[in-house]
Nanobody, 120 residues
Framework: QVQLVESGGGLVQPGGSLRLSCAAS????????MGWYRQAPGEERELVAT???????NCADSVKGRFTISRDNAKNTVSLQMNSLKPGDTAVYYC??????????????WGQGTQVTVSS
C-alpha cells in the first residue's frame, strides 16, 4: 500500500500563488507517474499535470504557462507551483501516483485532497 499526503492548499486572491506538495510513503517501489488532478463542485475530476520518473511532464491547456509540476524521485514527492491563479482554478486538488510492478500490474493511488479557493 502507498499513502499520499498533500499539503499547501488554502484561500488566495486572484492573481496570487500557491504551492501544493505531496509526499508518498509506504510500499514505494516501481513508481511511474505522479501528478495532480482537480475536481470542482458539480464537475468531474480532471487532469492538471503529471510528471514521469524521467521528468516528462503533461499539463492541461488551462494551466499551461501558470502551473509548474516538479518531482523529487529520491524523496517520492511531487509539487505543483500555481501562479496567476484564477477563480476557475478553485477545486479540490488530488495527488496521484501510478505504480507499475515488474509483473505489469498497475496500481493507482490518490491522496485525500486539498482545497484550493481563489476568491477576492
Amino acid at each position: 500500500q502507498v499513502q499520499l499526503v498533500e499539503s499547501g492548499g488554502g484561500l488566495v486572491q486572484p492573481g496570487g500563488s500557491l504551492r501544493l506538495s505531496c509526499a508518498a510513503s509506504g510500499s514505494i517501489s516501481s513508481v511511474d507517474t505522479m501528478g495532480w488532478y482537480r475536481q470542482a463542485p458539480g464537475e468531474e475530476r480532471e487532469l492538471v499535470a503529471t510528471i514521469t520518473t524521467g521528468g516528462t511532464t503533461n499539463c492541461a491547456d488551462s494551466v499551461k504557462g501558470r502551473f509548474t509540476i516538479s518531482r523529487d524521485n529520491a524523496k517520492n514527492t511531487v509539487s505543483l507551483q500555481m501562479n496567476s491563479l484564477k477563480p476557475g482554478d478553485t477545486a479540490v486538488y488530488y495527488c496521484n501516483l501510478v505504480q507499475i510492478l515488474t509483473d505489469g500490474t498497475v496500481y493507482r493511488y490518490w491522496g485525500q485532497g486539498t482545497q484550493v479557493t481563489v476568491s477576492s
